[in-house]
Structures are given as structure tokens and as C-alpha cells.
Nanobody, 125 residues
Framework: QVQLVESGGGLAQAGGSLRLSCAAS????????MGWFRQAPGKEREFVAA????????AYADSVKGRFTISRDNAKNTVYLQMNSLKPEDTAVYYC??????????????????WGQGTQVTVSS
């Protein structure tokens, strides 16, 4: 079992920045990909960003490309999402997820094994 705990959410103004963190604990040995997803009220959970085990490969949704950056520190079992130039449409609950036993980038939510509880991000105009 892997436990994921997100932090860093909150309220930001449009154009501002927030940095989300996701700390993994439990069975964290071995290779695992990490991803960030978000879900706004009344909408499906959608892909935001993902990173491979090594950190050398990343993927982003078109809506956040150029504004968000995903990174990871395997020594700390932590993945980050730096969010810049925030927009009101970025308002959502943000979830991190892990996919065990892979070195690849994973962008499909159905393939992830473990999920955090989510952290609210609210962007005011």
C-alpha cells in the first residue's frame, strides 16, 4: 500500500502562483510514475501533469502547458506541481496519484493505483 498526502492548496488571485506537494509513504520502493489530476464541481476528473520515475520525462495537459511544472524528489518520496499564471478556470480539487512498477509517464487516470485525498485550489478573478 502507498499513502499519498497533498498539501499547498489554497486561495490565489488570477496571475498568481501556488506550489502543490504530494508526499508518498508506505511501500514506496521500486519504480513508480506520478501524476496530478484535478476535478472541478460537476466535471470529470482530468489529467493535469505526469512525470516518470527518473523525472526525465514529463507530460502536460494543453490547458496548463507553459504555466505548470511537475517535478519530483525521489530521496524525499515527494512530487511537486508549481502552478504559475493561475486562471479562475484552474479552480478545482487537485489530486496526486501513483502508478507502481513503471518507469514511463502515465497520463490515463484509470491506470493509476493509488490516490491522495485531494487539496482545494481556488483562483479568484
Amino acid at each position: 500500500q502507498v499513502q499519498l498526502v497533498e498539501s499547498g492548496g489554497g486561495l490565489a488571485q488570477a496571475g498568481g502562483s501556488l506550489r502543490l506537494s504530494c508526499a508518498a509513504s508506505g511501500r514506496t520502493f521500486g519504480n513508480y510514475a506520478m501524476g496530478w489530476f484535478r476535478q472541478a464541481p460537476g466535471k470529470e476528473r482530468e489529467f493535469v501533469a505526469a512525470i516518470s520515475w527518473s523525472g526525465r520525462s514529463t507530460a502536460y495537459a494543453d490547458s496548463v502547458k507553459g504555466r505548470f511544472t511537475i517535478s519530483r524528489d525521489n530521496a524525499k518520496n515527494t512530487v511537486y506541481l508549481q502552478m504559475n499564471s493561475l486562471k479562475p478556470e484552474d479552480t478545482a480539487v487537485y489530486y496526486c496519484a501513483s502508478k507502481v512498477n513503471t518507469i514511463l509517464v502515465v497520463t490515463t487516470k484509470e491506470r493509476y493505483d493509488y490516490w491522495g485525498q485531494g487539496t482545494q485550489v481556488t483562483v479568484s478573478s
